[in-house]
């Protein structure tokens, strides 16, 4: 597939295409890079650091299960064709 998204599986070192190297993107913004803000600009205490990063952990699972299911939803509404440029679509819009 022509412009797919590919990167490396950060834990793996395997080869990720398409839809599992989006989530996998998704899931270091949510839980790294945005971690980092929150903590930084909340000036949170260690304690609170912990606690949050749990709760961003236990969204970001819930998030992925409701993308896995969307997207399934989606690989069966559309064309090949048409699932292409969705997944083209969804990587114009994701967080760098």
Request: proline residues 5%; charged residues 30%; without cysteine.
């Amino acid at each position: 597939m022509p412009n797919e998204p590919v990167g490396m599986d950060a834990s793996t070192g395997e080869l990720l295409v398409g839809w599992d190297y989006v989530l996998q993107d998704i899931s270091r913004a949510l839980t790294t890079a945005y971690f980092e803000r929150v903590k930084r600009e909340l000036d949170l205490t260690p304690e609170q650091s912990v606690q949050m990063q749990s709760v961003l952990n236990d969204m970001w699972q819930y998030y992925k299960i409701v993308m896995t299911d969307s997207k399934a939803r989606v690989d069966q509404l559309l064309t090949p064709d048409q699932r292409r440029k969705f997944e083209r679509l969804l990587q114009e819009h994701q967080p760098r």
